[in-house]
């Protein structure tokens, strides 16, 4: 193979995997292609495995590196190991699988020739068979000719992942592992990778082998037919449906979604009739039209003589047990060839990650970082992503000199949204808070929070607090929120989330779950972001005032400040817009998109904009979903001038006169 800047990372997450755990690591250092670098995560086995690992670790010095913390997350132990390592490719090995000496050439070359794709590579499963491991071929479903990687991936087909080796960009781009998934953890992050438009790459080099284990030991893969897996497993189809959805993107998939709720529902079947039922709900939710389904029908019939794609594999009838002693190991550390480029660090995870995106406010970032520095809760590290401005917070930040701020620069002005989206991307703590450039913190704000996150059941993925309203005149406005729970329903009509961004505290997992920050949205990106958590979370609130928001406007003549308020008025109505298209749907169901559709109109009416046009439009709309809501009739009279006109007549009825 040519040479190439791809450095690869194997992370081998490990638990009570002895009998193993050398022959995995062993089919690594054989590779033609070797691995700049090996990390076992041991997560508190309770056999010989960490003993195994520290050996081989011992053996190749910074080649091997071992790491031993109990999370019993195998997610959370893979983000673990990949946190450790800067290496620019990432495979995600477990402990009992074995990769064929050309696995990573394979892999590596194809990967090199698709920056920020994912590649995957053919792949067996071995199974015991008369006390001798067999090669066989592998066992997920076929793929139609026809099916693009995310259809196959939701009726059954896929890689494991074994197979597959990930650009460093496309794992940290979807956010990692989601650390609340029971089942189907790997078809959880492909798939958010699909749908975000990751190219999968396949070769027909290279093979990877998936071990079955014996009967009496059991494995993730093995509970996937108890009812905690199937439940996880329809969580996660209800997932990716929900983000084809928002994304605009769902009727390609329909037909593939209805048919993995149906294949769920039939493995439930025998056993779990509730969760059977819910799951043949949920196709009937996605069935494709009339027309759609008639289209896929003759599609069916022009392709049943195509075959499905084969599995590309060795035709191999047995693999001999790989034995890499110690001995064996170290007579291959020439042929290692460890990457002094891959630089790696001791892990450090801070409690809380805080996201401050700074553009052009350089004069007001130390006022902000200084209200961060304050807080009675210290283990947190602070991100100050600058949006491209063009004064110099980085000579603010450098000034402060605390270990616990990073600088980052975007190379492009991108917005807002892109630049929380950054230091989401970023962040290493577990709990992630978002913190606008002019506005400040109170000492307890983190304490606070952070406590009643951390007791909160795994449903709470949100904590926002009360806030302080400073204007530029001096007047002061305190906001005691109560609003907690469930609160998907409030958010449809109107953000009654006052003071967050810069009020909000969030697991960071949740980016896993509902993705990132819509970087189209020409304003409410935060508005739009904490709806699409709270259809997936429970949110709770501090009521006491945490933080401070400054409502100031720039100084500037009564010309500008009007002009300026018009284009904020301008994006915020554009958005508003988008943000209906987007989850209009949601709203219909929920029988308040008159609600939303009428606030929108009264936005529209302000002084500074009057848009009688779209106001009408809008009101119009919004009766025809409920044409008995006062609100609607009310809005559409204001927007036609009615009122107005009723007012006038009224202010010219002689003193006295009936009506």
């Known amino acids: 193979m040519k040479d190439t800047d791809l450095s690869i990372a194997v992370v081998i997450p490990c638990f009570n995997a002895e009998a193993y755990l050398a022959q995995t690591i062993g089919s690594v250092l054989a590779q033609t292609y070797p691995a700049a670098e090996i990390v076992v995560i041991d997560d508190g086995s309770t056999d010989g495995s960490l003993a195994i690992a520290r050996e081989y670790e011992a053996a190749f010095p910074g080649l091997i590196r071992v790491h031993s913390e109990r999370s019993s997350n195998a997610p959370r132990t893979r983000n673990i190991g990949a946190a450790l390592t800067s290496a620019n490719a990432l495979m995600f090995l477990d402990a009992d699988d074995v990769l064929a000496p050309d696995a990573l050439e394979a892999l590596a070359t194809a990967l090199a020739a698709n920056p920020g794709a994912i590649a995957a590579c053919p792949w067996r499963r071995l199974e015991l068979q008369d006390e001798k491991w067999l090669s066989l071929p592998a066992t997920c479903a076929p793929r139609k000719a026809d099916q693009d990687a995310l259809s196959g991936w939701l009726t059954g087909w896929y890689y494991p992942p074994c197979a597959m080796l990930w650009s460093r960009q496309a794992y940290t781009d979807i956010g990692g592992w989601d650390e609340e998934a029971t089942s189907n953890q790997d078809g959880d992050l492909v798939m958010r990778a699909l749908v975000d438009g990751v190219s999968l790459i396949e070769t027909d080099a290279g093979t990877a082998y998936y071990r079955k284990l014996p009967d009496g030991q059991t494995s993730l893969s093995g509970k996937r037919h108890s009812f ?22 769902i009727e390609p998939y329909r037909a593939s979604i209805r048919r993995a709720f149906l294949l769920l529902s039939a493995e439930a079947a025998d056993r779990f009739d509730g969760l059977s039922h819910y799951a043949r709900t949920k196709s009937q939710e996605y069935a494709p039209s009339i027309l ?54 001791a892990i450090q995870r801070p409690t809380v990650s805080v996201i401050i995106p700074v553009y052009n406010r350089a004069h007001l970032l130390q006022r902000t970082i200084r209200g961060v520095l304050q807080q009675t809760f210290e283990d947190f590290e602070v991100l100050i992503i600058d949006d491209c401005s063009k004064d110099d917070p980085a000579s603010v930040v450098a000034a402060i000199q605390d270990p616990r701020l990073r600088y980052i620069r975007q190379p492009e002005n991108r ?58 005149n001096g007047s002061r406005t305190i906001d005691t929120p109560s609003a907690h729970g469930d609160l998907y329903q409030e958010l449809l009509i109107r953000n009654i989330l006052h003071g967050a961004p810069a009020s909000a505290l969030m697991r960071r997992n949740v980016i896993t779950n509902v993705g990132f920050f819509d970087e189209t949205l020409p304003a409410i990106e935060d508005y739009d972001y904490w709806l699409r958590v709270s259809r997936y979370y429970r949110i709770e609130c501090v009521s006491t005032p945490l933080v401070r928001y400054n409502d100031f406007r720039e100084q500037s003549d009564g010309q500008q400040n009007q002009e300026r308020r018009s284009l ?18 949601q709203m219909r169901l929920a029988g308040v998109a008159h609600l939303f559709l009428i606030e929108t109109a009264r936005r529209g009416l302000v002084d500074e904009w009057q848009d009688r046009q779209a106001a009408r439009r809008l009101s119009l709309q919004a009766l025809f979903l409920a044409p008995r809501s006062w609100p609607v009739r009310h809005m559409l009279m204001r927007s036609f001038g009615v009122l107005k006109a009723l007012r006038v007549l009224k202010g010219l009825r002689p003193a006295g006169a009936k009506g």
Request: hydrophobic residues 40%; without cysteine.
């Open 415 to 472: 917005g807002v949204a892109a630049a929380r989206n950054r230091g989401l991307r970023e962040a290493r703590a577990p709990f992630v808070a978002f913190l606008d450039d002019d506005d400040e913190w109170f000492p307890q704000k983190l304490a606070l929070q952070v406590s009643l996150l951390e007791a909160a059941a795994p449903e709470v993925g949100l904590v926002y607090t009360g806030t302080e309203t400073i204007t530029d």
């Open 228 to 249: 905690d897996g199937l439940k996880g497993r329809v969580r996660v189809i209800e997932k990716i449906a929900r983000m084809l959805e928002e994304s605009g993107r």
């Open 568 to 585: 904020n008025i301008q994006a915020n109505l554009e958005a508003r817009a988008q943000f209906y298209r987007k989850h209009g749907k």
């Open 292 to 345: 759609s389904r008639a289209m896929a029908r003759a599609e069916d019939f022009r392709s049943s003589a195509a075959p499905s794609r084969p599995a590309a594999a060795p035709p191999r009838d047995q693999v001999e047990e790989i034995s890499f002693g110690l001995d064996e190991a170290r007579e291959l550390s020439s042929a290692i060839n460890s990457d002094d480029s891959v630089q790696t660090t």
